[in-house]
Structure formats: C-alpha cells, structure tokens
Nanobody, 123 residues
C-alpha cells in the first residue's frame, strides 16, 4: 500500500534549476533518488535518512544538488541547480521502511519505487 509519487521534472537549459518532489503515503526510514539515462544503468543520485539526517550524494552531483525532507508531509525534495546536459534522465524516487546499514546506492535495498519524472537539460 506504500505509494511514491514524483513530480517537478521538466525541460530546462544548462545552468538552470529544478526541484523534484517525492511524496510518500507513509513515513519511511530512508529515501533515495535514482536516475536512469538512455542506455545507462540506474544510478543513485542522493539519499536522506529520517529527520533529514545522513544526506549523501553521488560525486557527479555534489555541490549542485541538495536533498531535503519535510516529515510533516512525508515528502522528500531534490533541489537541482547548475544543471548539465548529462543530468538528463528519468529520475526515480525509491524508499524503504527499514534500514540496517549498507550502501544507500544499492538499488536492491529499496522495495518501493515511484513511476519517475523526466528531467531534460538542453545545451
């Protein structure tokens, strides 16, 4: 019955910004943003733990993306700035209600996934 709904994707020019949102139907322990570009594997982008703790980012987005969460709304945000064409991908929200350590970017750890929101960055 857990549902994740992403929103906020769109088309922007290089250097622009977008803010993605992921609304969960229940409170979750860890939520992560993945992305998948055409012809590439799905990769972890950013993650955040309960109460906004333990944020982590892929090296490719550090300094440009910021993950945050609003626990009152069970919503996680991904603020993306200084976007590059290589950021173009389908962005997915994934979550798990339990966490006992491990790599956050391991896609096998997440049993709940949203449908994705497309981000397209033009040169």
């Amino acid at each position: 019955q857990v549902q994740l709904v992403e929103s906020g994707g769109g088309s922007v020019q290089a250097g622009g910004s977008l803010r993605l949102s992921c609304a969960a139907s229940i409170y979750i322990t860890r939520m992560v943003w993945f992305r998948q570009a055409p012809g590439k594997e799905r990769e972890g982008v950013a993650t955040i733990y309960t109460s906004g703790g333990s944020p982590a980012y892929a090296d490719s987005v550090k300094g440009r993306f910021t993950i945050s969460r609003d626990n009152t709304k069970n919503t996680v945000y991904l603020q993306m700035s200084s976007l590059k064409p290589e950021d173009t991908a389908m962005y997915y929200c994934a979550a798990t209600t339990v966490w006992f350590g491990g790599n956050w970017y391991d896609r096998g750890r997440y049993n709940y996934w949203g449908q994705g929101t497309q981000v397209t960055v033009s040169s």
